[in-house]
């Protein structure tokens, strides 16, 4: 198999012998949430051979979830990154399941449910309780104080930040981030299960969104404001970007990607994390989240989705 397996590039860290020896092993990993990254994150994982916990708390989601690995294994099959072999020894080692007592042989549970704080807290208070005293704890989350959600465990040590990009499948970053309390073997276990995955890893500090929605939201809320500014319509905001400055995509067609509700909550957490007015949200993000205009996922954001090819909603 050759999942995009080039060497990932571990992250230099002050470890000592001693600490590596008491780096926790990973072969078991829950999920929670089974929406677009966390069926991404299932996919990689049971690719790289670890057996998978899939959680959500809607059975559609877990159902669509595991249709959707199916399909974009089957694209990494006609792209003859791997074969029908891996597809079906992959598959079977993916569990769905809706309740934490499934997770109870778990030696790591990432978090990849929607990108709400409140959400995130009652799921960490309601799964540590079934967890082994050394199961790790990663969220996925996109801008939140890892810090924060660490507190709300009952393991802030044994708890970081794992940033994987969208698809997953394809993205080869994961960014970490360690809270003020994360430990020196739980930051080393999870250097270590990023490479195992395949992906390359870059070290972010704790600070609202981290490196890349730092970088990436503004720019995608800056052209929103754009359109809202009417300096250009979606279409022309798109293929100046993509031709302009040699970007693969849009940002608006990254928007769309990326879900329009996760955009504006990212910018929320900057706004209010730095207090900065250049942060603000712009009106029509607003807008289009109200609604119910969320990108790819409900078919319609800047772009339509029901057309072919998708058509400009402005
Ligand atoms: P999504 O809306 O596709 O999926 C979220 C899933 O979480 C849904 O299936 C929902 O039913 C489930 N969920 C909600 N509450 C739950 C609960 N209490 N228990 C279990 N499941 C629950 O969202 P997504 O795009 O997959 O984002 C998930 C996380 O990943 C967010 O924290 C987001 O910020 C982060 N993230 C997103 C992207 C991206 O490009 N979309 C990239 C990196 C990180």
């Known amino acids: 198999m050759n999942l995009e397996r080039e060497p990932a590039v571990v992250a230099a860290h002050a470890g000592t012998a001693n600490m590596a020896n008491e780096m926790p092993e990973i072969a078991t990993v829950g999920v929670v949430g089974a929406g677009q990254m966390g069926n991404g994150i299932a996919h990689v994982a049971a690719l790289a051979g670890l057996e998978v916990t899939m959680l959500d708390v809607k059975t559609e989601a877990l159902e669509k979830a595991?249709?959707?690995?199916g399909h974009n294994m089957d694209r990494q099959i006609a792209r003859k990154i791997i074969t029908e072999a891996d597809k079906k020894a992959a598959l079977a080692r993916i569990h769905t399941a809706t309740g934490y007592d499934a997770f109870r042989e778990c030696d790591l549970v990432i978090e990849a449910a929607?990108?709400?704080e409140e959400?995130?807290?009652?799921?960490?208070?309601g799964v540590t309780p079934h967890l082994k005293p050394t199961c790790l704890i990663a969220s996925n989350t996109s801008s939140i104080s890892i810090t924060r959600l660490a507190a709300a465990t009952d393991r802030p040590e044994k708890f970081i930040g794992m940033h994987f990009m969208n698809p997953v499948p394809v993205m080869k970053l994961v960014e970490v981030i360690r809270g003020i309390a994360t430990d020196e073997p739980t930051f080393q276990a999870?250097?270590?299960?990023?490479?195992?995955l395949g992906k390359t890893t870059a070290v972010a500090e704790d600070f609202p969104a981290f490196i890349v929605n730092r970088i990436l939201v503004p720019m995608i809320n800056e052209a929103v404001?754009?359109?809202?500014?009417?300096?250009?319509?979606?279409?022309?905001?798109?293929?100046?970007?993509?031709?302009?400055?040699?970007?693969?995509?849009?940002?608006?067609?990254?928007?769309d990607l990326v879900g329009?509700?996760?955009?504006?909550?990212v910018m929320q957490v900057l706004h209010e994390g730095l207090a900065d007015s250049k942060y603000r949200p712009c009106p029509l993000l607003v807008k289009y989240v109200e609604a119910g205009w969320l990108g790819r996922k409900t078919g319609r954001g800047f772009y339509d989705y029901f057309q072919t090819p998708p058509r400009p909603t402005r």
């Open 66 to 69: 595991m249709a959707t690995i």
């Open 190 to 196: 999870i250097q270590v299960l990023a490479a195992r």
């Open 225 to 255: 404001y754009a359109i809202y500014e009417g300096v250009g319509s979606v279409a022309a905001i798109d293929t100046a970007m993509r031709l302009g400055a040699n970007h693969p995509m849009g940002p608006l067609e990254l928007a």
């Open 114 to 116: 929607t990108e709400k």
């Open 260 to 265: 329009l509700d996760t955009c504006l909550s």
């Open 119 to 125: 959400i995130k807290r009652s799921i960490f208070k």
